[in-house]
Every structure is written in structure tokens, then in C-alpha cells.
């Protein structure tokens, strides 16, 4: 292990990190090691150990605790409650956010036209 500039070295593989934890970690768990954690779901196995949290009722998986929550209280077993009212298009959404990026990736909104649309206090879904 030797410290290169700003990164970490790896002594064995060459590899760099820029925090030292990062580089005790991969000396710990990765470097000149099989994979040693097994996927519960497939054959793929990993140096690194990944918790994986799945909702109870669609089984969708997240990594993070947090996205699992989010999920469950904002999309799961949720109706889209902003559609896109735009002449043709049939598209709903369960979060504003994601009706505000179709808006903009779609129908070319600007973000001062959407930034606008959000301050005016106006449901998305009664704007259109």
C-alpha cells in the first residue's frame, strides 16, 4: 500500500482509491481473492457483500433501505396521479418530479417553463 499524489495504491494489483478505507477494503475482501458472496436470487457471485431489500408485495429489489420505503409509501399499489395532458399523450405518473423530466425530455419543455408550472402552485395534473 503506498500513497500516489492523491490516490491510494494498491501493492499487490496496481489498483488506486482515493480514501484509504476504500483501498483496506479491497486489500481485506477483493485482491487476489475468489468472490465469496452468492447472489439468493442467481449464480452470480461477487467480492462484495450487497444487502438487497425487496418489497413484500410487487418483490421489486433495491439496494438501499431508504428506496424500499420510498417505494412502498409513494409507488406500490399506487395509482399514477399526474397525467400528462398534453393532446395525445396517454402517459400518467406517480410522482410530480417524473411528470416535470417527461415534460422536459419529451415535450421539450424548458426548466423555466416547468420551474414556473411548479411555483404556480397549479396541480400538474389540471395544468395541461
Known amino acids: 500500500?503506498?500513497?500516489?499524489?492523491?490516490?491510494?495504491?494498491?501493492?499487490?494489483?496496481?489498483?488506486?482509491?482515493?480514501?484509504?478505507?476504500?483501498?483496506?477494503?479491497?486489500?481485506?475482501?477483493?485482491?487476489?481473492?475468489?468472490?465469496?458472496?452468492?447472489?439468493?436470487?442467481?449464480?452470480?457471485?461477487?467480492?462484495?457483500?450487497?444487502?438487497?431489500?425487496?418489497?413484500?408485495?410487487?418483490?421489486?429489489?433495491?439496494?438501499?433501505?431508504?428506496?424500499?420505503?420510498?417505494?412502498?409509501k409513494y409507488e406500490c399499489d399506487k395509482e399514477a396521479a399526474y397525467p400528462c395532458h398534453i393532446l395525445g399523450c396517454p402517459l400518467k405518473f406517480k410522482r410530480k418530479y417524473l411528470l416535470a423530466g417527461h415534460l422536459r425530455l419529451i415535450h421539450h419543455w424548458s426548466p423555466q417553463e416547468i420551474a414556473e408550472l411548479q411555483q404556480s402552485q397549479i396541480d400538474f395534473g389540471e395544468f395541461l
Open 1 to 72: 500500500m503506498c500513497f500516489l499524489g492523491k490516490r491510494f495504491v494498491c501493492g499487490m494489483c496496481g489498483k488506486s482509491y482515493k480514501n484509504r478505507p476504500t483501498l483496506l477494503r479491497h486489500l481485506k475482501l477483493e485482491c487476489g481473492k475468489e468472490p465469496q458472496f452468492h447472489c439468493e436470487f442467481c449464480p452470480y457471485k461477487t467480492k462484495r457483500k450487497f444487502t438487497q431489500y425487496s418489497c413484500s408485495k410487487c418483490c421489486r429489489i433495491y439496494k438501499a433501505k431508504r428506496s424500499l420505503w420510498r417505494h412502498q
